[in-house]
C-alpha cells in the first residue's frame, strides 16, 4: 500500500480541501445548534456516486484529524465491500489509525446500525443518510415540509403512523423509525432497525448524519432526549427473536437471518460482527 | 264596510303590530324600469286578541301587504314596527339578523303555499321550529304529531316527506309548522285556500284559539265564512288609483 | 337561525379589495357575519365571488381593507397580520374550509378514518382507539357506512368524497366554515344529499358559514342572508328570501328570472 504522497497535485488532507471543510463544520455547528434541523450545506463531487455514503464520507472528512481512530460498519458488518473501501479511503487520505472494535474508535461511520457496545463521551457516530426528511413520503414538497417544521405542524406525521395500525394492526415501520428530538424536530434516524432508536436517545456520543445526494446535515448533541413516535394505546416496541446468535450465543443483539443451505435451513447471526467476535 | 271610520284600535291593550307610512313599488328593470306602485302610506295597528282581516280586490296589494310585513318583500318608506321585550322593533331598514330574530321569536308567517324542503319527513317540517328554539327531540316530535293530528293529517303520512302530498295537505303541514310555536304576531295569507269543509272548521278553529290566547293576527282570508269566523276587524287595501281618500279602517260590525 | 344579540359580530369585512394586475377582482367588500348566520355570496362566473371568499378565509392576501375575527378565546384578531403559525392554526381548528372539488380538501393516500382523525392528532390527540372512535362517530354523522372508515376516498364516489370533507373540517368543531360550491360538479339528487346534510350539521352544530354558489336554490335552501356579486362589486343583499323573492338591483332580477323551472 503506497504511502501517502502530500506533495503538490495530490489530495488536500482528508481529501477535501480546506474551505470545503470549514463550510460543512460550520453546517455541523448549525445542527449541533439545533438538534434534529436539517442544514442545507454545498456538498462536493466525492470519488464513490450518491447512494453509496458520499453524505457520511463528507461528514468524517470534514472532521476527522490524524489523532483519530476510524472505524467504518455497513449494516454492522466491518468486513463488507463498501465498509472496507471507506476505511481504506481514510487510511490512505486521512492517514489515520483504523479499527474494527467500537470501544477503541473515536469516529465511527456507519450506514443502517448502531453498534451494539455502548458508545461513550468522546466519540463521534456519523451515520449515512438517503433521505433526509422524515415527511418526504407524505408530503412530496420541500416548500411544505420546511414550513411543516418550522411551524411544528407533524399531524401529517402521525397521520402516517394511525394509517399503518389501520393497514397492519399495528405501527408496521420498522427502518427510519421517526424519532422527535429535544421535543421539537422531528427527524429520521436513517434507515437504522428501529430496534437502534432506544440507543439514541440520551447518547453520551456525538451523533452526526450526512446525506450526500439531497445535502443536508444534521444532528443529535450527547444526551439528547430522542424519542421515537407512537400512540398511547400502541407505544413504541424493538424487535424480539426468539432465537439467539448461532455464533455467540447473544439474546440482547440484533440478529441477521441467513439462509444457509438450497434445503433452506436458517441461521440467525448478530448483524454487529465486532459484537459478537468479542463475545466467542 | 260602507262607512269607513277612523282609527278604531282597542285603547286599553297596547298594539302588538304598527305600521305608519308603508309605501312600496316594483321596479322591472327588464322593461326598461317600469314602476308599478302597489302600497301607498299604508297605516295599521293591531293588538294582542285581534285579527285583522285585510280585503280588497284581487291586485290590489293584500299579499305584498302581508309579504312586506314579513320582510319578505322590501319596504321603500314607512314603519313596520313590532313589540318585542317591552320595547318597538322596527323592520324597515332593519339588519337582516334583527328580522330573523323577530322571525324566529315573534312573528309566524303562513305562507300561501308551502315551500317545500324536499327529503324531509312531514313530521320533521313541522318539528323544526321547536327544534330551533331548543325543544329536546322527542317532545318537539309529540307535539308536531299532536297539532298533524289536529289537522286532520294520517300517521300513516307523518313519516313521509310532503312533495308528493295533495295540495290541501301540504298546506296543512305549512300550517302546523308555523302555528306550532306561540307567535305572538301571526300573519296568514289565504291560510284555508285548497282545503276541504272539514279541514277548514279545524284551521279556523286553531286561529281562533291563537288569537283568543292573546295572538295579533293579520291575514287574508279568501272565503267570507272563515273571515267571518276569525276576523275580528277589516282593513280595506284598495291599489294605488283608487279614487278613496279617507284611511281604510274599518271596525267589523258584530 | 337565532340571530344573537352579542355585541361584536363574528367576522368583519372591511374595503376587501384585491386585484391581479390590472383586473380588478373584488371592491370594497363591506359586511359583518354574526354567530349562527349563514352568508350566501352569489353571481356568475367571473363576479369575484371565489377571490372573495379566499380573501376571506386567508388563503389570498387582499391589496387593501381587512378580515376580522372574533377568536374563540383570544379576542379578534386581523386575519393577514396574523403570523402564518397562528393563521395555519386557526384555519384548521376554528375554522372549516370546503373545496369543491373534494380532492383538494382531502389526503386521497389515507384512509377516511385518517382523514377525518387528521385534525385531532394535529393538536396533540394520541390515543389511536379514541381518534378511530370520534372518526367513525362522525362517518356515521356524514352517512358514509361504518365500514368505509379504513378504505380510501380514492374508492369514493363524489358524493361522497364530498361528505369525508366535511366530516375532516366539523370534526374540530369550528365555529366558521367557508364553502366554495360544496354541491357544484355532482348529481343531482347526489346534491340534494349533501344540501340536506349540511343543512342538518349548520342547524343543529350553531355554525356560522360563508357559502359560495352560483345555484340560487342552494342559496334558498342553506343560506339565511345573501350577497350578490357582479364584477368584483356587491350590488345587492339581504335577507335571502327577501332578495330572491323581491330583487331590486336589475342584475339580480335578470338572475331571479333566469333560473329554470322544474
Known amino acids: 500500500m503506497p504511502d501517502i504522497n502530500m506533495t503538490e497535485g495530490a489530495y488536500n488532507y482528508a481529501y477535501l480541501d480546506e474551505q470545503t471543510k470549514r463550510m460543512i463544520r460550520r453546517a455541523i455547528l448549525k445542527a449541533v445548534a439545533v438538534p434534529g434541523y436539517q442544514v442545507p450545506f454545498g456538498g462536493r463531487e466525492m470519488p464513490l456516486p450518491y447512494g453509496w455514503g458520499t453524505g457520511g464520507i463528507q461528514v468524517t472528512a470534514a472532521i476527522i484529524g490524524r489523532d483519530d481512530t476510524l472505524k467504518v460498519i455497513d449494516q454492522g458488518a466491518d468486513d463488507t465491500t463498501n465498509a472496507v473501501s471507506i476505511r481504506r479511503f481514510f487510511a490512505h487520505v486521512a492517514d489515520v489509525a483504523t479499527t474494527t472494535r467500537t470501544e477503541e474508535a473515536t469516529i465511527i461511520q456507519t450506514r443502517h446500525r448502531v453498534p451494539e457496545t455502548p458508545l461513550k463521551d468522546g466519540q463521534i457516530l456519523v451515520f449515512q443518510v438517503p433521505i433526509p426528511e422524515p415527511l418526504r413520503m407524505l408530503e412530496p414538497r420541500e416548500t411544505e415540509t420546511r414550513t411543516l417544521h418550522a411551524l411544528s405542524e407533524y399531524g401529517v406525521m402521525q397521520v402516517s403512523l394511525y394509517e399503518s395500525i389501520a393497514r397492519h394492526g399495528r405501527i408496521a415501520k420498522s427502518y427510519s423509525y421517526p424519532v422527535q428530538v429535544n421535543g421539537r424536530y422531528i427527524m429520521s434516524p436513517s434507515p437504522i432497525p428501529k430496534f437502534d432508536n432506544p440507543k439514541l436517545d440520551r447518547s453520551p456520543a456525538l451523533q452526526l448524519y450526512g446525506a450526500g445526494r439531497e445535502k443536508r446535515i444534521y444532528a443529535v448533541p450527547p444526551y439528547t432526549p430522542v424519542k421515537s413516535l407512537d400512540f398511547d394505546d400502541h407505544p413504541f416496541e424493538i424487535e424480539r427473536w426468539t432465537e439467539c446468535c448461532a455464533f455467540c450465543g447473544s439474546t440482547e443483539s440484533f440478529l441477521d437471518e441467513m439462509i444457509v443451505d438450497d434445503a433452506g435451513k436458517r441461521l440467525f447471526v448478530c448483524s454487529d460482527t465486532d459484537y459478537c467476535e468479542g463475545r466467542r | ?254 | 337561525m337565532s340571530a344573537a344579540t352579542l355585541p361584536s359580530p363574528l367576522l368583519s369585512a372591511r374595503n376587501i379589495t384585491k386585484r391581479f394586475g390590472g383586473r380588478i377582482a373584488c371592491h370594497n367588500v363591506n359586511f359583518d357575519l354574526w354567530p349562527g348566520e349563514v352568508l350566501g355570496i352569489v353571481g356568475e362566473s367571473g363576479s369575484g365571488k371565489t377571490t372573495l371568499l379566499n380573501c376571506l378565509a386567508g388563503r389570498l392576501t387582499p391589496d387593501a381593507g381587512s378580515v376580522i375575527y372574533e377568536t374563540a378565546s383570544a379576542g379578534t384578531v386581523d386575519i393577514h397580520r396574523l403570523s402564518e403559525a397562528r393563521r395555519r392554526l386557526l384555519t384548521r381548528t376554528e375554522w372549516g374550509f370546503v373545496n369543491q372539488d373534494a380532492r383538494e380538501g382531502l389526503r386521497m393516500g389515507v384512509s377516511a378514518g385518517a382523514n377525518i382523525g387528521e385534525r385531532l392528532m394535529a393538536v396533540g390527540a394520541r390515543h389511536y382507539g379514541e381518534i378511530r372512535g370520534s372518526a367513525a362517530d362522525w362517518l356515521a354523522r356524514v352517512e358514509i357506512d361504518a365500514d368505509r372508515l379504513d378504505d380510501r376516498p380514492t374508492t369514493f364516489s363524489g358524493g361522497m368524497r364530498q361528505r369525508l370533507q366535511i366530516a375532516r373540517n366539523l370534526v374540530s368543531g369550528p365555529r366558521l366554515v367557508f364553502m366554495d360550491e360544496p354541491t357544484g360538479g355532482l348529481d343531482v339528487s347526489v346534491q340534494a344529499r349533501i344540501l340536506d346534510l349540511l343543512r342538518g350539521l349548520v342547524e343543529r352544530l350553531h355554525l356560522s358559514a360563508v357559502l359560495v354558489t352560483h345555484d340560487l336554490g342552494v342559496a334558498r335552501l342553506l343560506t339565511h342572508r345573501l350577497m350578490v356579486m357582479q364584477g368584483g362589486a356587491v350590488i345587492e343583499e339581504g335577507l335571502t328570501d327577501q332578495v330572491l323573492d323581491d330583487p331590486q338591483h336589475a342584475y339580480t332580477q335578470m338572475l331571479v328570472a333566469s333560473i329554470l323551472p322544474v
Open chain 2, 1 to 254: 264596510m260602507s262607512h269607513p271610520e277612523k282609527s278604531c284600535e282597542d285603547p286599553t291593550m297596547p298594539p302588538a303590530l304598527r305600521v305608519s307610512g308603508l309605501s312600496k313599488s316594483f321596479v322591472v328593470h327588464a322593461h326598461g324600469d317600469l314602476a308599478l306602485p302597489v302600497l301607498h302610506d299604508v297605516s295599521l295597528a293591531v293588538s294582542p286578541g285581534e285579527c285583522l282581516a285585510l280585503v280588497g280586490p284581487s291586485g290590489a296589494g293584500k299579499s305584498t301587504l302581508l309579504r312586506s310585513l314579513y320582510g319578505n318583500y322590501r319596504a321603500d318608506a314607512g314603519s313596520i314596527r313590532v313589540r318585542q321585550d317591552d320595547a318597538w322593533t322596527e323592520l324597515v331598514g332593519a339588519e337582516p339578523r334583527t328580522v330573523l330574530d323577530v322571525r324566529h321569536r315573534t312573528m309566524g308567517f303562513v305562507s300561501q303555499f308551502l315551500r317545500v324542503i324536499p327529503r324531509v319527513a312531514a313530521v320533521d317540517v313541522v318539528a323544526e321550529p321547536l327544534l330551533r328554539r331548543g325543544v329536546e327531540a322527542t317532545e318537539a316530535s309529540h307535539r308536531a304529531e299532536f297539532l298533524l293530528g289536529m289537522l286532520g293529517i294520517p300517521a300513516r303520512l307523518w313519516a313521509l316527506p310532503p312533495a308528493t302530498f295533495s295540495g290541501g295537505e301540504q298546506q296543512r303541514i305549512n300550517i302546523a309548522r308555523s302555528l306550532i310555536v306561540d307567535y305572538p304576531i301571526l300573519l296568514l295569507d289565504e291560510p284555508t285556500a285548497s282545503l276541504d269543509a272539514a279541514n277548514r272548521d279545524g284551521v279556523v278553529e286553531l286561529i281562533c284559539q291563537r288569537r283568543d290566547a292573546g295572538a295579533a293576527v293579520v291575514g287574508i282570508f279568501h272565503d267570507t265564512g272563515v273571515r267571518d269566523a276569525v276576523a275580528t276587524r277589516i282593513h280595506e287595501v284598495l291599489p294605488p288609483a283608487s279614487p278613496a281618500g279617507a284611511p281604510p279602517c274599518v271596525a267589523k260590525p258584530s
